[in-house]
């Protein structure tokens, strides 16, 4: 069984359009944490985890899409909150689906409680699987599914 290093794991982190404003936006759906909090509350869990992250948040599909490719060679492993792209961008899904990196699905909010156009994703058919509805915590959750998944692959490769 190989042992890959707990500290070669790389995560790239994406947040999709209109997190920038968390705090602000729709407190009473998305609750009052900031992203700067998210990154720094991951980058916490990175550490107990034993893995490097670089977040980057864009309101662009396009700048989201050119940084799925660049996670090339350079990451493991994607945790993406796509926002609204989640339901719409067929470019993130391909994207993704052309890496064949492992990738982890989070939301803040339970899509599925919500509008039914929130319901559809277009990135679970390329995640390994999605957390949804537990607020910040879903993306500790999220990096622990993901970071979980890569270890998994890597002792049984
Ligand atoms: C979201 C859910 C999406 O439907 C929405 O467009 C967002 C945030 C969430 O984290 O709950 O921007 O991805």
Redesign the pocket.
């Known amino acids: 069984m190989s042992d890959t290093p707990r500290s070669s794991l790389n995560i790239l982190v994406l947040h999709?359009?209109?997190?920038n404003l968390l705090g602000l936006r729709e407190p009473n759906i998305?609750g009052a944490v900031t992203l700067d909090e998210i990154n720094h509350l991951l980058e916490k869990e990175g550490q107990e985890l034993g893995c490097a992250l670089v977040a980057l948040q864009s309101n662009h599909e396009g700048v989201l899409v050119d940084a799925i490719h660049g996670a090339r060679g350079q990451h493991q492993g994607i945790l993406i909150?796509?926002?609204?792209y989640?339901?719409t961008s067929i470019a993130l899904r391909d994207a993704l689906a052309a890496v064949a990196l492992p990738v982890v699905e989070v939301?803040?909010?339970n899509?599925y409680q919500?509008e039914a156009f929130?319901h559809h994703s277009f990135i679970a058919p390329v995640a390994v699987g999605q957390i949804s509805g537990f607020g910040a915590e879903s993306y500790r959750l999220g990096l622990q599914a993901l970071v979980y998944t890569l270890r998994k692959l890597a002792s049984t490769n």
């Open positions: 999709g359009p209109n997190l998305y909150n796509a926002g609204a989640t339901h939301h803040l909010s899509i919500r929130r």
